[in-house]
């Protein structure tokens, strides 16, 4: 084991001791100092301590000083350090079956060097107890800390803005306290909330690496090189382009890339679960070019991919778009990949919404037969909100004049960083087991709602969301959400294909499981929230029930922490 040591003037009358009882029980120590009794300042040894720790170089740390405060305080400022003062072998032992005490800190003034080796001994033998049957308790106590250090995020907002302090903290608690079903949201890790607010938002970086207008950006290149390579190695793809700032600027960027104003483009409408982006008459893509829009069998409420070939032959497009925001069937990429090939034209997907399980393999990839694949990088794939564009290596060049200085400048390089930490974790096996864990989440949430009598669009769900049908059952999406919000469970009303209603209004919600995957939750939940669906949306006036349920919510999303 890896132990990183640092003491400060007043520990070092018994660091030596220290050391032999580390060194003794076959542990690698790593002595930072100090090496005499000239006063030195503490702070500097937690931290070079620490952030050993938190880099992975040292799997513990023991930290010396007087009384051993000083280094406690300064060592708990790290997230993820459990730091505490033991002056007992039985301290050290509970530290570590209890709390997993990752930082030993000794008080050289208050203990002889026999006791702080044998205090470091019982510390360094004895293992953590909070993962063995019948000590939950432990690591349920220890995950609290974790989320208390949520709000540890922004401490310091709070005397520097009162207001906005406020405004995060209540988004916090309403993050900790309900159950969110929007299928476009989920839950960043913290490493990816660290990245993105990092001191790179400070940096201009107009340009790609190797090639910026401003000085100074070694550091951003290399954050950029890793993005880009972890693109591609995530999905397969020949080039990436981080820049885009969410979806919308990915999807701009590839038709202004290869296309005039006016050229057709073929996508799905808006009202069957396309994207504004995609031709809609108010966004810039219905302005600037001609829209021919294909739409879902009236009958089955799926793709009919012969007709959208037909429809293809009759207008021939200069792009095909695939890829939707509401509509919960597998797309057939290849079956894409063909129509776009016999009418000659380019293939651009969307996956913005199944991009996630696309990585985790719970998804076809659309990338061996899209020329384009623009997406988010939240939604299923649990990144920052921001935007990315694979294409093939013979297209980079135009995309990239394209995306800089063609429609940006100065790129989010703390945004940037954070896709590399998403697309990083994206390659994990846990990562694969969530993908697949929210598909299941969805089919199961869906089959309840099903043998309820409630109707999904389409007849179900391959991917991470679904389309109910609540006019069928005699309300408004507007109603069903705002009944579904006041019990602690978030979704959003929703066109469903052929809707009669204002997109205010709407027939349907739009439900998603990717949130409720990030925190854990599995199969026996989804039946528990479907139950509480059913009986809010039977009874849609009832506040009383809407009350009672808001108190089962709150009580199962205790035991499924926020990341």
Not at 150 to 179: C, K, M, N, Y
Not at 338 to 363: C, P, Q, S, Y
């Amino acid at each position: 084991m890896n132990i990183a040591l640092g003491c400060d003037h007043g520990g070092f009358p018994i660091k030596a001791a220290v050391l032999d009882a580390l060194r003794g029980r076959g542990a690698a120590v790593e002595d930072l100092g100090c090496f005499d009794t000239h006063s030195v300042d503490y702070p500097d040894y937690a931290r070079d301590v620490c952030a050993r720790i938190v880099d992975g170089r040292a799997a513990r740390g023991v930290l010396i000083c007087t009384t051993g405060t000083g280094m406690s305080i300064a060592a708990n400022r790290f997230s993820g350090i459990r730091a505490a003062v033991c002056d007992t072998e039985e301290r050290a032992r509970r530290g570590r079956t209890h709390n997993d005490l990752n930082v030993l800190v000794l008080s050289g003034g208050c203990i002889t060097p026999e006791q702080a080796a044998a205090i470091t001994r019982a510390w360094l033998e004895t293992p953590y107890e909070g993962l063995e049957p019948g000590n939950e308790r432990h690591a349920r106590r220890l995950q609290q800390i974790e989320v208390a250090g949520r709000l540890s995020e922004f401490a310091t907002l709070g005397p520097a803005d009162p207001e906005i302090h406020a405004a995060i903290a209540d988004h916090v608690a309403q993050e900790d306290s309900t159950i969110n079903l929007i299928a476009s949201e989920n839950y960043v890790s913290r490493a990816v909330r660290e990245a993105q607010g990092s001191v790179l938002t400070n940096k201009y970086a107009e340009g790609y690496p190797g090639k910026r207008w401003y000085g100074g950006c070694n550091p951003v290149d290399t954050v950029e090189r890793l993005a880009i390579e972890r693109a591609c190695r995530l999905f397969g793809a020949e080039h990436a382009n981080v820049q885009p700032h969410c979806g919308s600027s990915a999807n701009m960027a590839v038709y202004f890339a290869m296309l005039q104003p006016g050229d057709t483009i073929l996508a799905m409408s808006l009202d069957q679960g396309g994207h504004l982006t995609h031709g809609s008459p108010v966004n810039f893509s219905g302005r600037l070019f001609n829209i021919e829009a294909y739409r879902v069998s009236p009958e089955t409420e799926q793709l009919d991919y012969d007709a959208l070939e037909a429809q293809a032959v009759a207008c021939k497009p200069r792009l095909i778009v695939a890829g939707a925001s509401a509509y919960s069937r597998t797309l057939d990429f290849p079956r894409f990949r063909a129509i776009a090939d016999r009418v000659g034209a380019l293939l651009m997907v969307d996956m913005a919404h199944i991009a996630g399980l696309v990585a985790g393999g719970a998804h076809p990839s659309p990338v061996p037969f899209a020329d384009f694949v623009t997406s988010t990088t939240h939604k299923t794939l649990r990144g920052p909100r921001s935007g990315i564009v694979l294409c093939r290596q013979q297209y980079a060049q135009a995309l990239d004049k394209t995306v800089f200085p063609g429609l940006q400048g100065g790129p989010l390089e703390h945004t940037t960083a954070a896709k590399a930490v998403c697309f990083r974790e994206a390659m994990s096996p846990a990562f694969a087991d969530y993908a697949r864990q929210v598909v299941a989440n969805a089919r199961t949430l869906a089959a309840c709602l099903q043998e309820d009598g409630f109707k999904i669009v389409s007849g179900g769900t391959d991917n991470h969301l679904m389309l109910v049908n609540v006019a069928a059952s005699g309300l408004t999406g507007k109603e069903a959400s705002a009944a579904l919000d006041q019990a602690g469970i978030i979704a959003n009303k929703n066109t469903i294909p052929f809707d009669t209603k204002s997109p205010f209004v709407t027939s349907g919600i739009r439900l998603g499981t990717p949130s409720v995957t990030t925190r854990g939750m599995g199969e026996h939940e989804m039946r528990r929230i479907g139950g509480w669906i059913v009986e809010i949306l039977r009874h849609v006036g009832d506040t009383d029930l809407q009350q009672r349920i808001r108190r089962d919510v709150t009580e199962l999303t205790r035991a499924f922490p926020v990341p």
